[in-house]
């Protein structure tokens, strides 16, 4: 490894700002604390001249996709609509990068463009959580967990946000030692800095300020079970306790019935399904267990005012 580490970040149109800074700016400062160059960085874009972020920020870049920069990590960095953007001239940037050798990881919903390439196939891999249940069901051949980052891996992937400065963290303390990557952190004033395996979304018992193992567990049921979903009652028996009593916490802790919840969040994973994926209406009906795609469109449309179909044709 050379005195100083060159990463390349590959800015997909409509990145995440917030990811671009959190990968750079712990770069930068590592930089400045040292009093060395311990990294430079690149950006590359379709294009070669610019990348447009989701919040219309402009950023100059340093070189289109006709090449690969000798480099020793390059980073896949995309935001939103990561799939109208992963196009041919990228994926044979990729390819071509990966024929010769260059470690690749990616930031955000860069995973996404990285297991179209084919690339994550049985490996662990994290992307953005709001991309998992898309993610599920268009590449079950990847590892996907719920953790902020994962280093562990051929491919580095980061779920995006501040879960980015997390990795250039762990990839400071990993290369020049913890004193340094505390200092950064202690710079950027972000006071828990997080390992790998911590999960990305507040759990629900810190949400809710629910304690009550019971209720948890039922929860978890629930989510295992979106497909083929299970009645209170058979939750409820699986737990040891009576249906009554499982109404009676859904009741008291959120302000709801085991049924209204588990229809729920069976209608929050078909949301997520419409707007980030290409499954069709009857694939997503059966995948969040609806009996029938009539079911489906008429419980949809009851709780968000348009049909499944509908839904679709507002992305358009």
Not at 157 to 183: C, K, N, P, Q
Not at 203 to 227: F, P, Y
Not at 236 to 258: D, H, V, Y
Request: proline share 3%; charged share 20%; net charge neutral.
């Amino acid at each position: 490894m050379s005195d100083t580490q060159h990463f390349a970040f590959v800015l997909v149109e409509e990145f995440s700002h917030l990811a671009f800074s959190c990968a750079v700016e712990p770069l930068r400062i590592a930089n400045l604390i040292s009093g060395k160059a311990l990294y430079r960085w690149s950006f590359l874009s379709e294009g070669g001249a610019q990348a447009t972020c989701s919040n219309g920020s402009v950023t100059l870049v340093h070189q289109g996709f006709e090449s690969v920069p000798p480099c020793d990590l390059l980073f896949v960095l995309s935001g939103i609509n990561m799939r109208a953007h992963g196009t041919r001239p990228l994926q044979t940037l990729l390819r071509r990068a990966h024929r010769h050798g260059t470690p690749i990881g990616a930031l955000c919903s860069g995973a996404w463009i990285l297991a179209e390439a084919g690339f994550l196939n049985g490996m662990k891999t994290a992307i953005h959580w709001d991309y998992h249940d898309a993610f599920m069901e268009r590449f079950p051949e990847v590892n996907l967990v719920r953790n902020v980052f994962v280093a562990d891996e051929r491919h580095m992937t980061a779920s995006g946000g501040t879960a980015t400065a997390d990795l250039m963290l762990h990839l400071i303390e990993r290369d020049h030692g913890y004193d340094l990557s505390v200092a950064v952190a202690d710079q950027m004033v972000y006071a828990s800095v997080r390992e790998a395996s911590v999960a990305q979304r507040i759990s629900l018992q810190s949400r809710n300020g629910i304690r009550n193992a019971h209720l948890s567990k039922a929860i978890a049921r629930m989510r295992e079970t979106v497909e083929d979903p299970l009645s209170p009652a058979e939750i409820a028996s699986e737990l040891c306790i009576s249906t009554r009593q499982l109404e009676r916490l859904f009741g008291k802790f959120l302000n709801t019935s085991p049924k209204k919840f588990f229809m729920d969040l069976r209608l929050d994973r078909a949301r997520h399904l419409l707007i980030q994926s290409e499954a069709s209406v009857v694939e997503i009906a059966i995948a969040c267990g609806f009996e029938s795609p009539g079911h489906f469109s008429r419980v949809y449309k009851s709780a968000y005012g348009v049909t499944p179909m509908q839904q679709r044709g507002r992305l358009s």
